[in-house]
């Protein structure tokens, strides 16, 4: 039967766009790096030296924020959702292999950035804030206020104050500079973060639409 409305077929194609630029298995993907167990599983595979550590150190912090159980939940009632429709419209539009590889290296940067969050030091609090906190804010990618916290509490380079003469006897004096922390672990989370961003445009581009 030969549907004339107009109205439906604006609808249909709203669908159609929507179908083109979903796909089940990327969802499942992103669910799956929110579970702790993933990150288990993964160390204990793992034969790269010191990979271990930072994979459980993940899993915790992804135990802390706990938002895995109810992700896990709106994903069945999707699948549950995509299964139906596939039966009903088998000939459903798909996604495009470009753009299933632009969330698959997104996700991969993703999970590098988390890695390396692991590898931050631990310290006193700072404003209230502490790494705990931070390395929430990290999982949430909320990276560029992390690392302008993370640039206050690991200076890069020495206080400069630290060579004025005030005519007063010097302290005793520790080292107060973090090269290794920006150039081993700042640094990069950064590099990552922008490529994450601009993954994210051209995954926009290819949908046409924000958000």
Do not use: K
């Not at 010191?50 to 709106?74: F, K, N, P, T, Y």
């Not at 104050?161 to 090269?179: S, V």
């Amino acid at each position: 039967m030969r549907v004339n409305s107009r109205r439906f077929h604006r609808a249909m194609d709203f669908v159609a766009h929507g179908l083109a630029h979903s796909d089940i298995e990327v969802l499942r993907a992103v669910v799956a790096t929110l579970d702790p167990g993933t990150w288990l599983d993964r160390a204990a595979h793992t034969t790269r030296p010191g990979r271990r550590e930072a994979l459980v150190a993940v899993a915790r912090a992804l135990e802390r924020l706990d938002i895995w159980a109810a992700a896990q939940s709106m994903f069945r009632r999707i699948s549950a959702d995509h299964l139906a429709l596939r039966m009903v419209w088998p000939n459903a539009p798909t996604m495009a292999t470009r753009e299933v590889l632009l969330h698959a290296l997104r996700l991969a940067l993703i999970h590098r950035i988390w890695l390396l969050a692991s590898e931050i030091s631990d310290f006193s609090p700072r404003h209230g804030v502490t790494r705990l906190s931070l390395e929430g804010a990290i999982l949430r990618l909320e990276v560029d206020a992390s690392l302008a916290m993370l640039d206050e509490i690991f200076p890069a380079a020495p206080d400069s104050d630290l060579a004025c003469d005030y005519a007063e006897p010097a302290a005793p004096r520790g080292t107060t500079a973090y090269a290794r922390e920006h150039r081993e672990i700042f640094q990069p989370i950064r590099q990552l973060f922008g490529m994450v961003r601009e993954i994210a445009t051209a995954i926009t581009h290819d949908v046409g639409a924000f958000g």
